[in-house]
């Protein structure tokens, strides 16, 4: 029985090992016994696990990938630009991890067309996004799309494809991929770091021949200083962690002040800058005209990475 929690140990038969990146065959043998597809397309074929396990279970597949001579399937081929020979109930792809593989840099001189080389996070996630809405069109009416999909780390912050993603249709099924044997088992991280140790198995479903409902994620950036949800308490705040932690009454006022310009109902702000700075614990008073914050929220090198 399936769960939303697939943990394979054991890899199991089909597609190469050693091919980086690639998914195992029991983990693919358990998808396809749960859907149990009467046919299955593979965009993103690799070393070929999916063609292996299908024929294994009696499921007829049509396999691609962009690498010109796949050991399965059609190669040279791209899933931005290329149709396949016939439509399926299931289409599967094993997305790139951005750019953690650069495969066509593995088996060949690289190739522009690789989502694995493309150079910036939010292009390759609007390419994904295409990419996703093209295998929509080649599954039935109330077939499904399922993407096997990553996390990666970089510089502190963490890339999570599963949020990330443009998603064309509502998912179906979010399935948590235990990773076993990875090449980051018993590396060594610098500070606080936790291990990722899963993947996520998005499958979509289409629901009408025309209408796509799907929800597409926005990179955006807003100022503390101009939200109408920011409370006196989350400017001055703000506004002693940008002066460095420690300032004088004129210092602050100066920096709070182009928050305080959009609180029309207050007139009086520089009194509220007082009351807030006396009343609150965040806050200890260095000398008289001089404020700071206390010193446990200034060891922030100690929160995790």
């Known amino acids: 029985m399936l769960t939303t929690v697939v943990s394979c140990p054991n890899r199991g038969r089909g597609g190469d090992a050693a091919y980086p990146g690639n998914w195992g065959g029991e983990f693919v043998r358990q998808v396809l016994d749960w859907f149990h597809p009467a046919l299955v397309i593979d965009v993103m074929a690799g070393s070929g696990t999916t063609g292996d396990v299908a024929e294994v279970m009696g499921i007829p597949s049509d396999c691609y990938d962009l690498r010109p001579d796949p050991p399965v399937g059609v190669g040279g081929w791209n899933v931005l ?39 910036t996070y939010e292009e390759f996630l609007h390419l994904s996004g295409r990419a996703l809405a093209r295998m929509l069109q080649w599954v039935d009416v109330g077939g499904h799309v399922g993407v096997l999909v990553g996390s990666i780390r970089r510089r ?26 990875t090449r980051s088992d018993g590396r060594q991280y610098r500070g606080k770091v936790l291990s990722i140790v899963h993947e996520d198995f998005l499958v979509f479903r289409r629901e009408s021949p025309y209408i796509f409902s799907g929800v597409v994620p926005r990179h955006v950036k807003w100022d503390l200083r101009l939200s109408p949800n920011t409370t006196w308490h989350g400017a001055v705040y703000a506004a002693l962690m940008a002066l460095g932690g420690e300032a004088d009454m004129s210092e602050i006022y100066a920096e709070v002040q182009s928050f305080a310009v959009t609180r029309d109902s207050n007139h009086f702000w520089e009194e509220k800058v007082r009351q807030i700075l006396q009343k609150c614990a965040d806050f200890s008073q260095v000398r008289r005209g001089r404020w700071r914050v206390q010193p446990a929220i200034e060891n922030s090198s100690q929160t995790p990475a």
């Open 156 to 181: 502190g912050r963490l890339y999570d494809m599963a949020l990330d993603l443009p998603k064309p249709a509502p998912v179906a099924y979010r399935l948590i991929k235990v990773q076993h044997n």
């Open 81 to 119: 630009e290329d149709e396949p020979a016939r439509g399926a109930p299931m289409v599967l792809g094993h997305w790139p991890y951005w750019d953690m593989y650069r495969y066509s840099e593995i088996w060949g001189k690289g190739d522009a067309r690789d989502l694995s080389c493309v150079p």
